[in-house]
């Protein structure tokens, strides 16, 4: 099985080096980053690592661009890919060492369509332990993943789904519940490292309670885009 990491990108410029430098370095056939037209250094700085004198790793490296939106950032790298698999991954989280290992490992029998990682923030306190802690009991429980949780699908049940919805939020949490119809969600248990700055950037209690209000309303049938209007997005 080949796999693709398909990562979208809007104005990454301080982080998305370290991403492409680390993800390269675990072994994937394929690392698309996604461009969904940054005003910043994030194209260049991604150009510059394709094109320079870096490790044979960044071979593997393709940069496309795409319409704003994550979901159609990710249906364009998916589109564009040759991989078996697909991971999503956020630019600013990092996957395990064994993610290559452990997707493979999850995916072998036929029942399993895809998964998802358990998550931990990149800031040691209580309270993102705490967040942390909800968020892979929450998905466990649930079997709906976040983006943040890098999910990750074979090929023929994302083709199946007809890829992700071209809606301007939620798209992770859509297309993670229609996933589970299809087939075995594996819940890893290896952690992915994301980026405590969303809930930094607007105060971890204000974060918390818009996200549960935001998903409350979209799980009772308010539109993605009528909840766009209250959702304040931290790339």
Known sequence: MTISVIIPTLNEERIIANTILRTADLGFDELIIVDGGSTDQTSAIVASLISGTQPSTLSTVRLLSAPHG??????????????????FLHADTQLPITAKQ????????NVTVG?????????PSMLAQIISTFMNW????????TG?????????AFDQLGGFADIPLMEDIDFSRRLKRVGRIAMLRDRVVTSFRRWEAHGPIKTILLMWGLRFLYWTGVSP???QRFYIAVR
């Open 225 to 227: 885009h009528q909840l």
């Open 138 to 145: 929450r998905s466990r429980w649930s079997g709906i993943a």
């Open 115 to 123: 998964g998802r990682f358990d998550v931990q923030f990149d800031r």
């Open 102 to 109: 452990d997707i493979v490992a999850a995916c072998t029998d």
């Open 148 to 156: 943040d949780q890098a999910i990750f699908v074979k090929r023929g």
């Open 70 to 87: 994550r979901a159609r950032q990710l249906n364009v790298g998916a589109r564009a890919s040759r991989g078996d698999i697909f991971i």
